[in-house]
């Protein structure tokens, strides 16, 4: 027994407890002085900065993703600063951690080299005005719309609903459907003996009676007449350019305007792939 309370007066359990103790206090208070300061910094970034951009002469997702980039740099800048002081309460010697140039130093270097590339990248898509969120964009292999612009990821809404995140340094090729007027092209699939002057015609009468219904469309439709398409099938092509974001409901309402016309007049179509053969 005189062992064990020898041992336990040299811990010296009461300025353990009393050390701990002004630890969590301040620990506490650090945390509340983080909500507050996140509220206060929210409310200045809603009523300044975010107001100051919106009256601005930006299109508005311009605008929108100058603002999400932003709103994310106020938001890292913080944490960070709430994790620093947090080590800096535990005991954890942050500054010496980071002067060090031992192994751990080269890791966290590494580490942030990452974090720095998707910085630049992401700060050179802002600059250049690469996409906006509301664009309909190509990244890769993935396709969609601009969701959120941020300083390390940008997310974008695929058309089947999925969210993706792709860091900025991954973004190297960017084809952005929404800058200029956009083509839809419509093969309508022919037969070899189709009369195609005829077909011509009817397509010419649907381009005149129906292009001011749809103030979408940009100039006339070109007719480009018979072509084959990479399944070597035999169709007669039109070109529509029309307003981005307007392709699916141009293409959808002109194929089906063209095709009721064809089939009102007398003219046969096979489906895409057949490869019919004829009788005598």
Do not use: C
Request: proline fraction near 3%.
């Amino acid at each position: 027994m005189n062992i064990i309370s020898k041992y336990i007066e040299q811990l010296q359990v009461e300025e353990i407890a009393v050390e701990i103790f002004s630890k969590l206090v301040s620990l506490l208070l650090l945390f509340v002085f983080f909500l507050i300061t996140k509220r206060v910094a929210n409310f200045i970034f809603k009523h300044a900065i975010e107001k100051s951009i919106t009256l601005s002469r930006q299109t508005e997702a311009r605008q929108k993703t100058i603002i999400k980039l932003l709103h994310n740099i106020m938001s890292y800048t913080i944490y960070f600063f709430l994790l620093y002081w947090v080590l800096s309460i535990i005991g954890v010697p942050v500054s010496s951690l980071l002067a060090g140039a031992g192994l751990a130093g080269v890791a966290l270097g590494l580490g942030a080299q990452g974090f720095l590339t998707d910085l630049v990248n992401g700060f050179f898509i802002l600059l250049e005005n690469q996409f906006e969120v509301g664009d309909s964009v190509v990244i890769g292999s993935i396709e969609g719309n601009i969701s959120s612009v941020g300083i390390r990821t940008t997310q974008i809404r695929g058309f089947d609903g999925t969210l993706h995140f792709i860091p900025n340094r991954n973004i190297t090729v960017v084809s952005n459907k929404s800058r200029g007027d956009m083509r839809v092209q419509i093969d309508i699939p022919i037969y070899a003996h189709t009369d195609l002057e005829k077909v011509s015609d009817i397509i010419k009468t649907i381009n005149q009676e129906q292009l001011e219904n749809y103030p979408e469309i940009v100039g006339s439709p070109t007719i480009l007449g018979p072509r084959t398409n990479s399944t070597a099938q035999l169709v007669f092509r039109i070109d529509i350019f029309v307003q981005n974001g307007k392709q699916s409901y141009i293409y959808s309402n002109f194929y089906r305007l063209y095709q009721e016309a064809l089939l009102e007049n007398d003219i046969h179509l096979p489906t895409m792939y057949a490869n019919p053969t004829l009788t005598k």
